[in-house]
Nanobody, 121 residues
Framework: QVHLVESGGGLVQAGGSLRLSCAAS????????MAWFRQAPGKEREFVAA????????YFADSVKGRFTISRDNAKNTVYLQMNNLKPEDTALYYC??????????????WGQGTHVTVSS
């Protein structure tokens, strides 16, 4: 079992930045690929970014490329999502996810409860 807790969400103006964190507890964090997904009101959950176990590979949705970065600190059991140049369309509930597979699909085995991000225009 892996327990995930997100933090760092909030209200920010368009063009601003936020850094989300996801702290993991349970089984060996370094064995898991990590990802961020988001779900806006009335929309389906969508992939945002993923990072492989050793940080050698990352993957981003086209909508966030060049604005968001994903990183992890295996010593701290934490994955981060740095979000820059935020847009109102980035407003959503952001979820952290973990799985043994590195993928951009929602097929992740473990999920956090989410943290809200609201971007005002």
């Amino acid at each position: 079992q892996v327990h995930l807790v997100e933090s760092g969400g909030g209200l920010v103006q368009a063009g601003g930045s936020l850094r989300l964190s996801c702290a993991a507890s349970g089984r060996a964090f370094g064995n898991y690929a990590m990802a961020w997904f988001r779900q806006a009101p009335g929309k389906e959950r969508e992939f945002v970014a993923a990072i492989s176990r050793s940080s050698t590979s990352t993957y981003f949705a086209d909508s966030v490329k060049g604005r968001f970065t994903i990183s992890r600190d295996n010593a701290k059991n934490t994955v981060y999502l740095q979000m820059n140049n935020l847009k109102p369309e980035d407003t959503a509930l952001y979820y952290c996810a973990a799985d043994l597979r590195f993928t951009n699909t929602p097929a992740y085995n473990y999920w956090g409860q989410g943290t809200h991000v609201t971007v005002s225009s």
